[in-house]
T-cell receptor, first 109, second 114 residues
Framework: GQNIDQPTEMTATEGAIVQINCTYQ??????LFWYQQHAGEAPTFLSY????GLEEKGRFSSFLSRSKGYSYLLLKELQMKDSASYLC??????????FGAGTTVTVRA | GAVVSQHPSWVICKSGTSVKIECRSL??????MFWYRQFPKQSLMLMAT?????????EQGVEKDKFLINHASLTLSTLTVTSAHPEDSSFYIC??????????FGSGTRLTVV
C-alpha cells in the first residue's frame, strides 16, 4: 500500500522560511506533487518532481530524493496568505495519486 | 487549459435519498478520473478510479454498491451516493488525468446529509 508522512502542523513568522518534509513508501513511483489547499476548496498545484534535485518556482521550491523516499517543500518570504494546508501527493506505479495527511501552516505577523 | 467542472458545489439531502455528483473535463479528454473524499481536517482519501467504458476500481473499504461511479464518456464521470446517511457527509473531489502527470481537480462538492 501507500504510506505518505508529513508533519501535522507548522507555525512560522511572516517573512520567514518554512520547510515541510514528506517521506513516502509506495508501490512504484511516477512523481511527487505538492499542493496548497484552503479549507473547503480544491487543492491548487504548486510543484511536481520526478527526478532527484531541487525545483525552484518563485518563493516556493521543492526537493526530491528518490533513493531516500523523501521530499520537502520550501516556502520563502512567508506571507499571511500562505496560511493553508500543504499536501504531499505521490503518483504510484499504477498512476494513482495518493495524498499525505497534509501539513497546516500558520503564518503569524 | 485543463479545466474540470464539478457540480453541484454543495448539496443538502435527507437521509435515505441518493445524490449524484458530476465531474466534467471541459477542454480535454480524460483517460482516467479519480474520486476522493475529504473529512474535516483530514487529507484526501482516494475512493475509486474510473476509466471510460469500464467498471470503476474501488479502494479497499469503499462500498461499490453505495458509491456508484459511471464513466460514460472521456469527459464525464458521475458519482452517486446511494441511500445517503449523515456519516456520508463530506467533501467530495474529482480529479481528471489527461496524461501521465496531468491531474486536474474539480472544485469539490460539499455534501451534507440531514
Amino acid at each position: 500500500g501507500q504510506n505518505i508522512d508529513q508533519p501535522t502542523e507548522m507555525t512560522a513568522t511572516e517573512g520567514a522560511i518554512v520547510q515541510i518534509n514528506c517521506t513516502y513508501q509506495t508501490s512504484g513511483f511516477n512523481g511527487l506533487f505538492w499542493y496548497q489547499q484552503h479549507a473547503g476548496e480544491a487543492p491548487t498545484f504548486l510543484s511536481y518532481n520526478v527526478l532527484d534535485g531541487l525545483e525552484e518556482k518563485g518563493r516556493f521550491s521543492s526537493f526530491l530524493s528518490r533513493s531516500k523516499g523523501y521530499s520537502y517543500l520550501l516556502l520563502k518570504e512567508l506571507q499571511m496568505k500562505d496560511s493553508a494546508s500543504y499536501l504531499c501527493a505521490v503518483i504510484n506505479g499504477d498512476y494513482k495519486l495518493s495524498f499525505g495527511a497534509g501539513t497546516t501552516v500558520t503564518v503569524r505577523a | 487549459g485543463a479545466v474540470v467542472s464539478q457540480h453541484p458545489s454543495w448539496v443538502i439531502c435527507k437521509s435515505g435519498t441518493s445524490v449524484k455528483i458530476e465531474c466534467r473535463s471541459l477542454d480535454f479528454q480524460a483517460t482516467t478520473m479519480f474520486w476522493y473524499r475529504q473529512f474535516p481536517k483530514q487529507s484526501l482519501m482516494l475512493m475509486a478510479t474510473s476509466n471510460e467504458g469500464s467498471k470503476a476500481t474501488y479502494e479497499q473499504g469503499v462500498e461499490k454498491d453505495k458509491f456508484l461511479i459511471n464513466h460514460a464518456s472521456l469527459t464525464l464521470s458521475t458519482l452517486t451516493v446511494t441511500s445517503a446517511h449523515p456519516e456520508d457527509s463530506s467533501f467530495y473531489i474529482c480529479s481528471a488525468r489527461r496524461d501521465s502527470i496531468g491531474y486536474t481537480f474539480g472544485s469539490g462538492t460539499r455534501l451534507t446529509v440531514v
